[in-house]
């Protein structure tokens, strides 16, 4: 568990300066540089439904950064799917539990773009004003303030990005290229086959694919606008897409294997399980790969044994968060400015700025209305604007 603050240093603070300069929830103490003397989380106590279970508090302000570690301010942070499965209790990592203000609470968020307010002593590469992001998971990015480990963040490479697709880069973007990378040595020329082809991943897939050269297959689930969602696919990069049922037609399957001929389908990236992306592997050449980074179907997936027998299929499972585990912080700084020189489109979005609220309560609501939204189907991204 990790304190933001002590109490009884503001208290001594505050005993120290006349009540006129005793802060409210957007003020600073004279002579502190501008910091922040309250700020705002998004938290939660127990396990359930998003829309009942989290809510906004206020915290004091955060101490000076040890010598290894960064005051951060948090500019916009995205709830993502995996987020709301975190506050359900059904993912595997577990929130960041911090003590706010004497309340022991998780604080949400996984992801985010933050600004370098002030650096430890001991910090090499980083200066104020630098925008950063975390390397490592649920470190609780829906809030507005947090010291963090200088070896924790990643500096973006500066003025090469947007702020949404710089809150956005570490997860969907990130785990795009990597399994791009990774697994096989992709040509230009070469096709690669994704379900979820409309999924933040998916399209970061066909966009960063489109412009190696690399051809993409994508399948989606069928819906009343298809037409309208193709389009947007295929102004994105995709070289075809198609539905999950049209994997029933035997004349595609044959179609696809034409197309392909001269250069088997060796990589498969798979974020729905269940059988269709079984039905999918069928069009696999041989010594491929099929890349599984999430089971959106809550299905199993089940192979046949004859596809690891007698075409050599590799199964295999990706998690950016063990990437970034495994990678040096140059290296996770070289990932941010290749992805940045890709210049993706940012995803659809809707910014919730909860920073001029009056109070928790208010704030809360307002929160809890966008949840509600997003249990109903809002299909843009939300980013969580907090100070």
């Given amino acids: ?65 040890p010598t290894d570690s960064v005051h951060v301010r948090f500019r916009l942070s995205p ?34 773009l933050a600004e370098v307010i002030d650096v430890g002593s001991g910090v090499q590469g980083l200066t104020k004003g630098d925008w950063v992001v975390s390397a490592k998971a649920q470190v609780g990015t829906w809030s507005s303030s947090r010291i963090l480990r200088a070896e924790d963040v990643i500096k973006l490479p500066s003025g090469e990005l947007s702020e949404v697709n710089a809150a956005t880069i570490t997860v969907n973007p990130a785990t795009a290229y990597n399994m791009l990378h990774e697994f096989i040595d992709l040509k230009e020329g070469d096709w690669v086959l994704q ?17 190696k050269g690399i051809k993409s297959i994508n399948f989606v689930r069928n819906r009343p606008d298809l037409d309208r969602l193709t389009s947007q ?3 994105l990069g995709a070289t075809h897409v ?12 044959k179609q696809i294997k034409e197309w392909t001929s001269n250069s088997p389908i060796r990589l498969m990236l798979n974020c729905v399980g269940g059988p269709d992306t079984t039905a999918m592997t069928r069009l696999l050449g041989n010594d491929a790969h099929l890349v599984s980074y999430g089971a959106m179907s809550k299905k199993p997936l089940s192979l046949p044994t004859s596809l690891f027998i007698f075409k050599n299929l590799t199964a295999r499972g990706f998690w950016q968060s063990t990437w970034y585990k495994q990678h040096s912080r140059e290296e996770r700084e070289r990932l941010m400015q290749t992805l940045a020189g890709f210049k993706l489109k940012e995803p659809e979005h809707e910014i919730l700025d909860l920073s001029g609220e009056p109070s928790d309560e208010a704030a809360t609501e307002r929160l809890r209305g966008v949840l509600r939204k997003m249990e109903e189907g809002f299909s843009k991204k939300v980013l969580l604007r907090l100070s």
């Avoid at 802060?23 to 103490?29: E, I, L, W």
């Avoid at 998004?42 to 206020?58: M, Y």
């Avoid at 059904?90 to 022991?104: C, E, F, T």
């Fill in 233 to 235: 696919l295929k102004e």
């Fill in 79 to 112: 709830i993502n799917p995996s987020d709301i499965n975190v506050v359900q209790g059904v993912y595997p990592a577990k929130p960041m539990q911090l003590q706010l203000s004497g309340n022991d609470v998780f604080v949400g968020g996984n992801e985010g």
């Fill in 1 to 65: 568990m990790t304190s933001l603050v002590s109490s009884r240093s503001v208290r001594s603070l505050h005993r120290r300066l006349p009540r006129s300069c005793w802060p409210t929830r957007t003020s600073t103490f004279p002579g502190l540089a501008g910091r922040y003397l309250s700020n705002r989380a998004v938290v939660f106590t127990e396990n359930g439904d998003p829309a009942q279970v989290l809510r906004v508090q206020t915290y004091e302000p955060v101490p000076p950064p």
């Fill in 242 to 253: 198609f539905t999950y049922d049209d994997l029933s037609d035997k004349s595609l399957v």
């Fill in 195 to 211: 379900n979820g082809g409309n999924s933040a991943v998916g399209q970061a897939v066909i966009q960063i694919a489109a412009r």
